[in-house]
C-alpha cells in the first residue's frame, strides 16, 4: 500500500484519546483496555470502530484489531496494512517524544487460526491495569469467521465488556482546524447542490405542472453530484451522499433522517427536503422547506420556526449543556405560540462528523454533555400535522422543517455552514398576484378553462410576473457591478497616489577609478588600440592621448579593407540613440560632451624594418572587442534576468521514502535545450523535480499562486501546472509558469495497410491508450490527493472546467481556454496562458459585429500600469457562454464594434486617474451606461485620441488577423441596435452543441479531439436567431 499517512494528525488524536481515557470520567473509568475490531461488511455505512480508524490513520482498515493498553498499542492486520502503519510505529527507540505508548505490529496468519496473535493480544490486556474490563463499541457486530473467533475469544477469557462509544464520541466530537475545512467544503458542496440543482429543478415541475415522483426526483439529485458544475470544482471521487435524499410532499411527512423517499407524486403543497453530502469522509446536512402559494397563516408558522432556528443558535456555545440549550428554546417556543409545542420535533439535531448521526451527542431535554468549541452539529427543527385550511384535501396537512449544519463558537453565536438561502422568499414559489385574484372574482369559469395552464407562471418570488431573460438578468447584475467598479478602482487609484515610482538610471560603467589602475603597454606607449579584458575597457589614441572607454559604452564596431589601407570605425551610444527597447535613453550626466564615432586607418603595407604590418593591430583589436562585447552582453542579460528575483527559503528534505512522488516526466520551460525526463517529489515544503542528468528543480509550496490539473480527457498530455508568485531561476532564465507533463499517446497513421473499422491490431492500440489514459489519471489523482493532505489543503489543485472552455488565441496559435474556480488557463500549449481572476478589472468584448465570424477580447487588470491581455479570434457563438461565466464571477464586462488602442487609453488613465472618474470612468466602453452622453465633447475627443488603432501597436502584436476590420467605419449608432433575443425553441447551433456533448460523454471524440487539437475549429453554422433591428 503506497499510501501516505498522516503522522502529526495520528501523534494528536492519539494523545487526545489517552488523556481522555487518563481523565478517568465516564466509561472510561471503567475499563483497563480499549479493543477495537473491524471486519469486512460491504452493508455498514457508519461504525464507530471504522470512524476511529479514519479519525486516527485516514483510511478504513478492514480485519483489523487494535487493543490499546494503558503500556502499549497493538495491532494486528494483513502484510500490506501493517507495512502501512509502520509509518507511525518504526520510531526512536520505538516511542513518540509526545509520550505515546509504543506501538506493536503483528501479522494476521492467513488462516482462520490466529490463536498465537490472539493469546499476544490477550496477554496485554491482563497487564493493563486491572486487567478485567475492555471497552468496545457493543452496537458495531461484523460478520465473518475471523471476528467471530476473536470475539470467542474475549468471551472465554470471562473479560467483561463496557460500552464506550459515548465518550469515544465525545473525544473526536471536538473537531481539528483540517477537519472543519473538509466539513465546510461539504457543507458548501450541499448548499450548492440544493440551490443549483433541487430548487431549481422544483421550479421547472411546478411551471410545467409535471407528475414527478418522490424517490425519481432523489435519485435525480444523487445523479446531480457526479457533475462538476454543481461541486465547486471539487473531484466528484471524492463526494458522495450521506443518506438518500428525503422528499416529503401531500400529508405524508416523517421529519426523521431515518426514512426514505416514497413513490407517490410531488404535491404542490409543503414539498420538504433534507440531504446531506459527505466530502473525503467528513459529512454535512441540510433541510429546507420549498412552499407553492403558500397562505398567510404556513407564512407565520414557517417565519415563526426561522425564529426558534435563530434562539437555538444563540444557546449553542461552548460550555453549555445540551439539554439547557434545548430546554430554553422549549420555552421560548411555549412564551411566543404554546400550541406549536406539541408539533415540534422531539430533537433538534445532533453532533456529526465522519459519522452522519452521534447517537450520544443528540439535542434534547436528557442529554447532560457540554457543548466544546470546535463541534459541529446538524441542527434540524420542524413542525408536523399542521392544517391549512385553503389547501386541496391531500394538501391541507402539512409540516415545516429546515436545518443547517453549524460550528459551535467560544462566545459568540454558532457559525452556520449550509450558506443556502431560507428566508420566506427565497423559498416561496407564488403562482398568482393580485390583478389575477381580481380577474378570478370577475370569471371563475375562466379558470377551469384553463385547468392546468394556470400552473405555468410558477416563478420564486424574485421573478418578476413575465420572466426575465438571461439575457437581461445578466444586464440587471452588470449593471449592479459598474456602480461599484469605477468607485472601487477610484479608491485603490487614490491609494496608490503616494507611491512614486522610482525611475532606473542606467548603471555608470567607469573604467579606472584612478590613474594607477591604467595599463603601462607597450602598444599605449606607441599610440595603438589596446583592449584590457581585466577591466572590459578599450584604450584608444585621441589626439595623441590614451583615452579608455569602457565596453558598454561602445554600440557597435565595423572594419573594411580600402585599397592599402584598413579602417575600424567605432560608433558608441550618445544622447539620442537607441540603447534597446527595455533600457530606455537614461544617462547618469546628458549634458556633458559625448563622442559619437571614432575612426582608425592602419597601412596594409609592411615598412622596411617593421616586424609587422601596421594593420595587424586594428584586425586584431576588432576580434577582441567583438570578444569581450559579447561577454558583457551575455553577463548583464544574466543579471537582468536575476533582477526583481525574490529570495525563496530554501527547500526541506523529507527523507521519507514513502513522500508522493511521480516518476517520468518532462519539465517545461526545458533546463537545457534538449527536453529530459525526471521524477517530481513533495517534500515537507515544496516540491523538487529531479532530472536523470542530476539537475534540480525547487517550487516551494508558499510561491505557488495558481497548481492546475489537467487531466487528459481530449488531450495528447496530462499536465501538472504551477503559476508562481514570485520567478523562480533554472536554466540562465527567470520563470514564473512551470508544468510538469507526460504523453499519453502518439497522433500516427499507419500507411501500410488499408484501414480497416474493425481492425482487431487497431482496437487493441485503441484499447492500450484508454486503459494508459486511465492510469496516469489514477496516478496523477492519487499524487495530488497526497500532496493535499500532505499540506493540510493549503496547497489546492485546480482542474479546468472543460464544459465552460472556449477557442481564442492569446498568442499565435489558436488554443482551448478553459476556466477554472479562480482563473482562466490554457496549460496544453506552450507559452502557458493563466489569468487569475482576482486581478481582473474588466473585460471588453472588440469587434462584436452580426457580420463577423469571431471577436477579440481584452483583459484589464486593476493594476493599470500591467498591459492588458488580448485574446483574438474567439468564435461569435462563444460569447454567451463567455458573458455567462464572467456574471458569474461577479466580473463586469462592456462590448463594442471597434478595436480600440489600450496602450494610449491605460496612459490617458494612468497620467490622469482623477479626471478619467470624473469623466466617467469605464463607462465610456458600455453604450447602454447613463454616464456615457454626459460629456459627448470630451468622449469625442478621447475618440480622436485613444480609439483608432496605432501601427506601433499592430507592429508589436505581430499578428495578422484575418477578418475585415473595415466595420470599425461604420456608423456608432448601428452598435445601439445590437442585442440579443431569447427564442423559445432551440436553434442550429445549441441542438449541434448538445450533439457533441453526447458523444463527448460517450467517448467517441475523444481520439478525434487530440487529433485536430492544434488546428483553428471551423467556423459554426450560420445563426438562426433574428437580429433586433
Not at 454543481?230 to 410532499?249: H, R
Not at 398567510?296 to 415563526?304: A, G, I, L, R, V
Not at 447517537?359 to 454533555?369: D, E, H, I, R, T
Not at 463541534?375 to 386541496?392: E, P, R, T, Y
Request: net charge negative.
Amino acid at each position: 500500500m503506497a499510501v501516505n499517512l498522516d503522522k502529526e494528525a495520528y501523534y494528536r488524536r492519539i494523545k487526545r484519546l489517552y488523556s481522555n481515557w487518563k481523565k478517568a470520567e465516564d466509561e472510561f473509568g471503567k475499563v483497563d483496555a480499549i479493543v477495537v475490531s473491524v471486519g469486512v461488511d460491504e452493508e455498514i455505512v457508519y461504525a464507530k470502530s471504522t470512524a476511529i480508524q479514519t479519525w486516527l490513520f485516514g483510511y478504513e482498515l478492514t480485519d483489523t484489531i487494535m487493543v490499546f493498553c494503558d503500556t502499549k498499542i497493538i495491532f494486528l492486520a494483513s502484510k500490506k496494512k501493517v507495512d502501512f502503519l509502520k509509518q507511525v510505529a518504526v520510531t526512536k527507540g520505538n516511542e513518540n517524544a509526545n509520550g505515546v505508548p509504543p506501538i506493536t505490529l503483528l501479522t494476521r496468519e492467513k488462516n482462520e487460526s490466529n490463536k498465537v496473535n490472539f493469546d499476544k493480544m490477550i496477554e496485554a490486556i491482563r497487564g493493563s491495569k486491572e486487567g478485567k474490563t475492555v471497552g468496545v463499541f457493543s452496537k458495531d457486530k461484523f460478520p465473518g469467521e475471523y471476528m467471530k473467533s476473536w470475539n470467542d475469544t474475549i468471551t472465554a477469557e470471562g473479560l467483561e465488556k463496557v460500552d464506550i462509544s459515548a465518550v469515544v464520541a465525545y473525544t473526536m466530537a471536538v473537531k481539528e482546524d483540517g477537519e472543519l475545512n473538509l466539513m465546510k467544503k461539504a457543507a458548501a458542496i450541499t448548499s450548492e447542490v440544493y440551490s443549483k440543482f433541487f430548487k431549481e429543478r422544483v421550479m421547472e415541475i411546478v411551471d410545467a405542472d409535471e407528475k414527478v415522483r418522490h424517490s425519481k426526483l432523489a435519485e435525480s439529485v444523487e445523479k446531480a453530484i457526479e457533475e462538476k458544475k454543481y461541486l465547486g470544482g471539487a473531484d466528484p471521487s471524492t463526494v458522495e451522499m450521506c443518506y438518500p435524499p428525503i422528499i416529503q410532499s401531500g400529508g405524508n411527512y416523517s421529519l426523521k433522517f431515518s426514512v426514505v423517499s416514497d413513490k407517490n407524486h410531488m404535491h404542490f403543497g409543503a414539498i420538504t427536503c433534507a440531504m446531506g453530502i459527505r466530502y473525503k469522509s467528513y459529512c454535512s446536512n441540510l433541510v429546507r422547506t420549498l412552499m407553492v402559494d403558500p397562505s398567510q397563516e404556513m407564512q407565520d408558522n414557517y417565519n415563526f420556526l426561522l425564529l426558534v432556528e435563530e434562539e437555538l443558535l444563540k444557546e449553542l456555545k461552548h460550555g453549555v449543556k445540551i439539554c439547557d440549550a434545548y430546554n430554553k428554546v422549549l420555552e421560548y417556543v411555549k412564551k411566543e405560540k404554546s400550541d406549536l409545542v406539541a408539533k415540534l420535533t422531539k430533537n433538534l439535531g445532533f453532533a456529526m462528523g465522519i459519522e452522519f448521526r452521534e447517537g450520544s451527542l443528540v439535542v434534547n431535554a436528557k442529554n447532560q454533555y457540554k457543548l466544546k468549541k470546535g463541534m459541529v452539529l446538524s441542527i434540524s427543527l420542524g413542525l408536523s400535522d399542521l392544517l391549512n385550511k385553503d389547501g386541496k384535501k391531500e394538501e391541507q396537512k402539512y409540516a415545516l422543517f429546515i436545518g443547517d449544519t453549524i460550528q459551535i463558537n467560544e462566545e459568540e453565536v454558532a457559525t452556520i455552514l449550509t450558506p443556502a438561502k431560507k428566508k420566506i422568499k427565497n423559498v416561496g414559489i407564488f403562482l398568482k398576484n393580485d390583478d389575477e385574484e381580481d380577474e378570478e372574482e370577475d370569471g371563475d369559469d375562466a379558470e377551469e378553462l384553463l385547468g392546468k395552464g394556470a400552473r405555468s407562471a410558477a416563478l420564486l418570488a424574485d421573478r418578476t410576473r413575465n420572466e426575465m431573460t438571461a439575457e437581461e438578468k445578466r444586464r440587471a447584475h452588470q449593471k449592479e457591478l459598474a456602480n461599484s467598479l469605477n468607485e472601487e478602482a477610484k479608491r485603490r487609484l487614490t491609494e496608490q497616489k503616494g507611491e512614486q515610482q522610482i525611475q532606473k538610471a542606467r548603471k555608470s560603467n567607469v573604467s579606472y577609478k584612478n590613474v594607477s589602475q591604467m595599463p603601462r603597454e607597450k602598444d599605449i606607449r606607441d599610440m595603438k588600440i589596446f583592449i584590457d579584458k581585466k577591466y572590459e575597457t578599450v584604450v584608444m589614441p585621441v589626439f595623441g592621448i590614451a583615452t579608455p572607454f569602457h565596453i558598454a559604452t561602445i554600440k557597435n564596431i565595423s572594419m573594411s579593407v580600402e585599397g592599402d589601407y584598413t579602417y575600424l570605425r567605432i560608433n558608441f551610444y550618445v544622447p539620442g540613440s537607441s540603447l534597446g527597447r527595455q533600457e530606455g535613453n537614461i544617462f547618469p550626466n546628458p549634458d556633458a560632451t559625448f563622442v559619437k564615432e571614432i575612426t582608425y586607418r592602419a597601412s596594409n603595407l609592411k615598412a622596411p624594418g617593421d616586424t609587422s604590418v601596421p594593420s595587424t593591430n586594428l584586425q586584431n583589436a576588432f576580434r577582441i572587442i567583438k570578444e569581450v562585447q559579447k561577454r558583457y552582453k551575455t553577463r548583464e542579460a544574466e543579471e537582468k534576468e536575476k533582477e526583481g528575483i525574490v529570495k525563496q527559503d530554501s527547500l526541506v528534505i523529507n527523507l521519507n521514502r514513502s513522500n508522493p512522488k511521480l516518476k517520468d516526466l518532462y519539465i517545461r520551460p526545458n533546463i537545457a535545450q534538449k527536453r529530459m525526463q525526471g521524477s517530481l517529489e513533495a517534500h515537507t515544503n515544496g516540491f523538487r523535480f529531479t532530472s536523470v542528468r542530476g539537475d534540480k528543480v525547487d517550487i516551494l509550496y508558499n510561491n505557488i499562486k495558481h497548481a492546475i490539473f489537467q487531466p487528459c480527457d481530449g488531450e495528447m498530455i496530462i499536465v501538472l501546472h504551477f503559476h508562481l508568485k514570485n520567478a523562480i531561476m533554472f536554466g540562465k532564465r527567470r520563470h514564473t509558469d512551470v508544468q510538469f507533463y507526460t504523453e499519453v499517446g502518439e497522433i500516427t497513421t499507419d500507411l501500410g495497410k488499408h484501414q480497416h473499422m474493425h481492425d482487431r491490431d487497431d482496437l487493441y492500440a485503441e484499447q492500450m491508450e484508454r486503459e494508459m489514459r486511465h492510469k496516469l489519471k489514477s496516478a496523477f489523482k492519487n499524487f495530488i490527493e497526497k500532496v493535499e493532505t500532505l499540506t493540510k489543503e493549503e496547497l489546492e489543485f485546480e482542474v479546468p472546467f472543460r464544459d465552460l472552455g472556449f477557442q481564442g488565441a492569446p498568442y499565435r496559435s489558436t488554443c482551448l481556454l478553459q476556466p477554472t474556480s479562480s482563473s482562466l488557463v490554457n496549460v496544453t500549449e506552450w507559452p502557458p496562458f493563466v489569468v487569475t481572476l482576482d486581478e481582473v478589472e474588466l473585460v471588453h468584448f472588440e469587434r462584436v459585429q452580426f457580420h463577423l465570424k469571431n471577436f477579440d477580447v481584452v483583459i484589464v487588470y486593476k493594476d493599470y500600469n500591467k498591459k492588458v491581455t488580448m485574446i483574438n479570434a474567439v468564435p461569435v457563438n462563444s460569447l454567451d457562454p463567455i458573458k455567462e461565466w464572467l456574471n458569474s464571477c461577479d466580473i463586469k464586462y462592456t462590448e463594442g464594434v471597434q478595436s480600440l488602442n489600450w496602450t494610449k487609453i491605460m496612459k490617458t488613465i494612468v497620467d490622469d486617474p482623477e479626471g478619467f472618474f470624473e469623466q466617467g470612468g469605464w463607462s465610456f466602453l458600455d453604450p447602454d451606461s447613463e454616464g456615457s452622453g454626459a460629456d459627448e465633447d470630451s468622449e469625442s475627443e478621447m475618440e480622436d485620441e485613444t480609439f483608432n488603432p496605432s501601427a506601433d501597436e499592430e507592429e508589436e502584436e505581430g499578428e495578422d488577423s484575418d477578418e475585415d476590420y473595415s466595420s470599425e467605419t461604420e456608423d456608432s449608432n448601428y452598435s445601439a441596435s445590437l442585442g440579443s433575443e431569447e427564442e423559445s425553441g432551440k436553434d442550429w447551433d445549441e441542438l449541434e452543441e448538445e450533439a457533441r456533448k453526447a458523444d463527448r460523454e460517450s467517448h467517441y471524440e475523444d481520439e478525434d479531439t487530440s487529433n485536430r487539437k492544434r488546428k483553428i475549429p471551423p467556423p459554426p453554422p450560420p445563426s438562426k436567431k433574428k437580429r433586433r433591428a
